[in-house]
């Protein structure tokens, strides 16, 4: 019985066994490059594959692709499993050793590039993805309460997650009548399992952390101009701030009905857009005001820029906003004039998954676009996560259309309840304000 154990635990562990053997091979092989298993790579033969184990997997899956000629070199070899890039963990010139990428598609085509060489495997590699919901903190009880994740009580509407993975979350609560219970601005630490009031009784709209200096920035509707930073030099302590409108500012907007803001990495400006249509920008040491566009009339309550498409905005209108309402538009924010797009299908407020030109929303709230170029949508009166991908594809995450409620849990049984913020960590990590549930939830997706 004893030997059968240790079979077992060693089948179980073949992959770190094999990984194990190829760093021995690495560490063994003579001064002389050539003389290295497989060999160097020679940019004067051809490349070969031969095959790759296994055919399928998750995310990190480990994958060893065999061939000849692919050096001994990671640094050299490139692999990518359809537009996503795989990290390359060590190779012996004839086998590469990989792990598959955060969602590159289901189906996905292997090419390995070393030099000016590139080659496709024939066969294909089917990924599989999961993804579940568990609650971060909340009880589902109406009220405030700071302390001890498992027993706090907030209502997210809004959320910022930093580079350091602080939680920043813009409390408010409004039942159906509209009677408001709360506001709050809090920070969430997860490694302390502590909820932080940072101000009670400010009312915050969508935050946006600065990854350069770390400042937390969000707006308020007090007037024109409000908006508040916190930075983390002061122990996140508020400011208020004024935004500094020109004398040439046409028409400047006649109240402080502005609700969300992004951050912009290739100007390095906060963008903004007032319920007027006013899309403006913002410098975020001067606090100078710069028109961009003016847009329809209307709330949005969503803006992101996404990664791969440098000085495209994209935002999320609600069910007020005329020709744009209940969809997700767009902008180039270098050449506006010419680019302001209504980009997804009917205004009339649904559910459609599919081609983002036809798919449909239902009051779509906070969007937020990871680093691969996924935009997510707290899809609020659909009760749904959705994402747009980066082939402009829309799909739902979790949730059911149209069924309110609240579970943990996988696809085929997380409900939400009026979600209204997203929050995307470095990592990737997806965290929900679950408004009509009181909780804030995180999504883990594998």
């Known amino acids: 019985m004893d030997n059968y154990k240790l079979i077992t635990h060693l089948f179980k562990n073949r992959w770190i066994i094999l990984f194990t053997c190829m760093l021995v091979i690495f560490s063994c092989g003579e001064k002389d490059d050539n003389k290295k298993p497989g060999g160097e790579y020679d940019p004067k033969k051809p490349i070969e594959l031969m095959g790759f184990y296994p055919d399928s997997g998750w995310y990190q899956e480990k994958v060893m692709l065999e061939g000849k000629n692919f050096g001994t070199d990671p640094t050299q070899i490139r692999v990518w499993f359809n537009q996503k890039r795989a990290p390359v963990i060590g190779s012996t010139g004839s086998r590469i050793y990989v792990q598959a990428p955060r969602l590159p598609g289901d189906t996905c085509t292997i090419s390995v590039v070393v030099g000016n060489d590139s080659v496709v495997y024939d066969k294909t590699f089917r990924y599989f993805a999961s993804v579940t919901v568990t609650t971060i ?32 979350v ?81 028409n400047k907007p006649a109240n402080g009905y502005k609700h969300a803001l992004a951050f912009n990495p290739e100007d390095g400006y906060i963008y903004c857009r007032y319920y007027y249509g006013d899309i403006i920008k913002i410098d975020p040491k001067s606090y100078e005001v710069e028109l961009v566009y003016k847009t329809v009339e209307g709330d949005n309550f969503g803006l992101t820029f996404n990664p791969l498409e440098p000085n495209i905005l994209y935002m999320s209108f609600h069910s007020n906003g005329g020709v744009c309402a209940n969809s997700i538009c767009s902008i180039d924010v270098t050449n506006p004039d010419e ?45 749904c996560i959705r994402r747009i991908t980066p082939e402009k594809m829309v799909e739902t995450v979790l949730g059911f259309p149209q069924t309110a409620g609240f579970k943990d849990g996988t696809k085929d049984e997380a409900l939400f309840n009026k979600p209204t913020g997203i929050g995307i960590s470095k990592d990737g990590t997806v965290y929900v304000g679950d408004n009509g549930n009181r909780r804030l939830r995180k999504l883990s997706i594998n």
Not at 358 to 368: D, E
């Open 339 to 383: 680019t302001f797009k209504k980009l997804s299908g009917p205004t009339g407020g649904g559910f459609r998954d599919g081609p983002l030109e036809t798919a449909q929303f239902n009051q779509p709230n906070q969007i937020m676009c990871d680093a691969d170029g996924n935009i997510y949508v707290a899809d609020k009166m659909n009760h």
């Open 137 to 168: 903190a909340g009880t589902g009880e109406s009220g405030y309460q700071d302390g001890d994740l498992t027993t706090a009580k907030l209502s997210p509407r809004y959320v910022c997650v930093d580079e350091e993975d602080n939680i920043f």
């Open 170 to 250: 813009m409390c408010r609560y409004m039942d159906d009548q509209g009677n408001t219970d709360y506001h709050a601005v809090s920070r969430v630490d997860q490694e302390a399992n502590e909820l932080i009031t940072i101000e009670k009784g400010l009312i915050g709209n969508v935050p946006v952390a600065d990854p350069e200096t770390g400042i937390i920035t969000f707006p308020t509707e007090a007037t024109v101009g409000s908006i508040y930073t916190l930075d983390p030099k002061e122990f996140w302590g508020p400011r208020k701030r004024e935004l500094k409108f020109p004398d040439s500012y046409p």
